[in-house]
């Protein structure tokens, strides 16, 4: 509890505090964005009174230092880490330590997993007349770029591909979308021994490998073509921020549609003393591919795709390389080796509690994840930087008497990039205490340039927007405002395969729904805490390449290290807000919303027309006037708080489904899944928006009717606490 000595001097000191502010920016021509900004409200939604709260915020955001996140940023991207590596390690200690230092209670946890790193990843691409076209892939390399060079750099490899020698004529396939190569089957173009060419962009890179495999393809070549990250969109590094043309995006190709985490151990956590009995064969439970996957850059796609033959590409395939695209299966064929070492090898999240004063067992979690593909600069560490400068605000809170009522956890996970592995297993593993937890916060890639975007469940996105309204943005005025002023409400960071959107209109900013693709999964889909996920994006080429290093962050994304301050306050805030404030502040209302556009959305589609959508609909609308009765008791609480949290609590968890999703049981959310077919992106009511789009109407009544209990269940625990 924060006492009443901490709160007169903080009171006393808080025009201090604001001042120092200003000499923790720079430059210094940007001091006055540095500030710390006030609520622009005198109340916020789920305190009784916010006076107390204002003046705990005022303190915290004095902490968070630009230059001291610039200078963790440096620490943490000083060698490549990739996951279970020495230098994973390394940065896992230096994690720790901070966490200590600001007297959070920590530890590392080891998890023991199946992972993949390459011995050998290479091919030759030939003409039909047998000349060499290609070899590759070529090294990364521009000029001048200070890291490329480091042996530790690992080769461009995709985590979970599969291992083998092939040989295979190649076809292109666009960005490997179910529409895409739908549309190579109407052309009668068979994809059975054949080695298929995709670019990234539109979904998550291990679809584009589904499909294939599904398609009778024997491997898949994933390029970055200019027209999405490269020259066409800007200069190329180390000129500009886009990719420059050896740059190749690595990555899991893991089915984290089906499952993420550990491949051998769906359900269950892979702590050091499980036995190796109890995994199962990968290949058998649906979560890795059994092909072989490579990433190349543009660089390499050029020859390959110039010496295809076949049809001229359909509308909206042709990418910005100087030449017409054709689809081939004639003109070029590869031979093709990935060797992968598959190991069970040892990860380390990195663990921090301040344990609550009145509700120790509702744990608010932050997490972001630490390993990288290379260096990481802008993911992930630029979200470790600005989480370990949100730490920073914390130890400055517990030492001025400040404790939270409920128990904070701070995460930072390993494994991410192989396929959500760290936060999925530690979620497995503590499954039944997150039935308790209150809230998780998710930061990732924190900042790639100056445009604040956010996902959430819909019971948070009004919560991020206050959040926003009292941080202090570097470009003059708050977040929200500069969020308000530059929002267009749809696609970032498409280059990378992130999507946000919304499924549902919003009259005010808006915040995106939660797909998949970053450690949110396995708090909201699998467990049921609701969740958020920040970021600051701009032009970001360099996507899990040797060039996503600090050279390229200091040039091109934040050179002052003023939105890692920004970023850390957000981060920050949402902690404290959630861990102090006296009623959960879940917008129910909002929700109900969103699940009625969501069913009157799929009802539009044409193979809906036999279901009875008319129980589905009465549950929605019962659990609209529930969720706009206890928002009324949210307003005024009185007596009777801890039930009335604990109701709001359970709602969000009555949207689990125990039984899971069909052919996907690990996903139990009832209304927000990654797409089978997108991976990124969220598809909403998952059960019945899928089964309608695969036409199989059995499955989609069967669904709706998990739906409409899932609905009359929220529902009814909000009804119970009225």
Avoid: C
């Amino acid at each position: 509890m924060f006492s009443f000595k901490s709160l007169r001097r903080l009171f006393g000191t808080v025009l201090l505090l604001a001042f120092s502010a200003l000499l923790l920016a720079i430059p210094a021509d940007q001091a006055d964005a540095q500030t710390p900004g006030t609520p622009s409200v005198s109340s916020v939604f789920g305190y009784n009174d916010f006076t107390l709260q204002s003046k705990i915020d005022a303190e915290f955001l004095a902490v968070p230092d630009a230059r001291l996140a610039g200078q963790e940023l440096k620490a943490l991207t000083a060698s490549p880490h990739i996951a279970s590596s020495p230098e994973d390690h390394e940065t896992a200690l230096y994690v720790a330590q901070k966490f200590k230092a600001a007297g959070l209670e920590t530890s590392i946890v080891p998890y023991r997993v199946l992972m993949n790193q390459p011995r050998k990843v290479s091919f030759e691409a030939r003409s039909d007349d047998g000349v060499v076209l290609a070899t590759g892939p070529t090294p990364e390399h521009v000029i001048g770029d200070p890291y490329q060079d480091d042996p530790r750099v690992v080769m461009p490899f995709n985590g979970s591909s599969g291992s083998g020698d092939i040989t295979g004529e190649v076809v292109y396939a666009n960005y490997g979308r179910l529409e895409d190569f739908d549309q190579l089957a109407a052309q009668h173009i068979d994809l059975h021994g054949k080695i298929v060419l995709v670019r990234y962009g539109s979904n998550f890179r291990g679809v584009k490998v589904y499909i294939a495999e599904q398609r009778g393809a024997i491997g898949v070549l994933i390029y970055s073509d200019p027209q999405d990250d490269g020259y066409f969109q800007g200069d190329a590094y180390p000129s500009g921020p886009w990719r420059p043309d050896t740059g190749v995006q690595r990555g899991s190709v893991q089915y984290l549609f089906k499952y993420p985490g550990d491949p051998q151990t769906p359900g269950v956590a892979s702590t050091v003393e499980l036995p190796d009995s109890a995994r199962l064969d990968p290949l058998k439970t649906g979560n890795q591919p059994s092909i072989i996957s490579i990433p190349i850059s543009y660089h390499d796609a050029q020859p390959i795709l110039q010496g295809l033959k076949g049809p001229s590409v359909p509308k909206g395939w042709q990418g910005a390389l100087p030449f017409s695209y054709h689809i081939g299966g004639e003109g070029v064929s590869i031979h093709l080796i990935s060797d992968q070492d598959y190991q069970v090898r040892t990860i380390w999240d990195v663990i921090g509690k301040i344990k609550g004063t009145e509700y120790p067992d509702n744990w608010v979690v932050v997490g972001n994840h630490r390993d990288a593909w290379v260096y990481g600069a802008v993911d992930p560490n630029s979200g470790t930087a600005a989480m370990l400068e949100a730490v920073h605000g914390f130890g400055t809170l517990l030492k001025s008497g400040w404790k939270p009522k409920r128990t904070i956890v701070v995460a930072s996970w390993d494994a991410e990039e192989e396929g959500l592995i760290g936060s999925t297993e530690w979620t497995e593993q503590h499954a039944k205490a997150l039935e308790r937890a209150v809230a998780y916060f998710n930061v990732d890639v924190a900042v790639a340039g100056s445009e604040f975007g956010a996902e959430a469940v819909p019971s948070l996105k009004q919560f991020i927007r206050e959040v926003t309204k009292e941080v202090a943005s570097p470009k003059g005025g708050t977040v929200y405002e500069q969020w308000k002023l530059g929002a267009i409400g749809e696609a970032r960071d498409s280059n990378t395969g992130h999507i946000t959107h919304a499924n549902a209109a919003s009259e005010d900013v808006t915040v995106g729904d939660l797909g998949s693709g970053s450690d949110f999964t396995p708090f909201l889909q699998h467990v049921g805490v609701p969740s958020t996920d920040i970021g600051s994006h701009g032009p970001y080429g360099v996507y899990h390449s040797v060039f996503d290093n600090y050279a390229w962050y200091i040039q091109n994304a934040d050179p002052s290290f003023a939105y890692l301050q920004e970023m850390a306050r957000i981060l920050g805030l949402e902690a404290l807000h959630m861990a102090d404030t006296d009623v959960l502040p879940y917008d129910y209302v909002t929700y109900a919303k969103e699940i009625a556009s969501y069913l009157e959305t799929a009802k539009r589609k044409k193979s809906a027309i036999s279901l009875d959508f008319t129980a589905a609909d009465a549950a929605a609308s019962r659990f609209l006037r529930a969720a706009e009765a206890i928002k009324g008791r949210q307003l005024a609480p009185g007596s009777g708080v801890i039930k009335l949290n604990e109701a709001l609590r359970q709602t969000e968890a009555d949207f689990i489904s125990e039984a899971g999703l069909p052919n996907r049981p690990w996903y139990k959310h009832t209304i927000y899944a990654p797409g089978e077919y997108t991976g990124y992106a969220a598809v909403v009511i998952p059960g019945v928006t899928e089964a309608l789009d695969a036409k199989i109407p059995a499955v989609a009544a069967q669904q709706l009717g998990v739906l409409t209990q899932a609905l009359n269940h929220a529902a009814q625990t909000l009804e119970s606490a009225l």
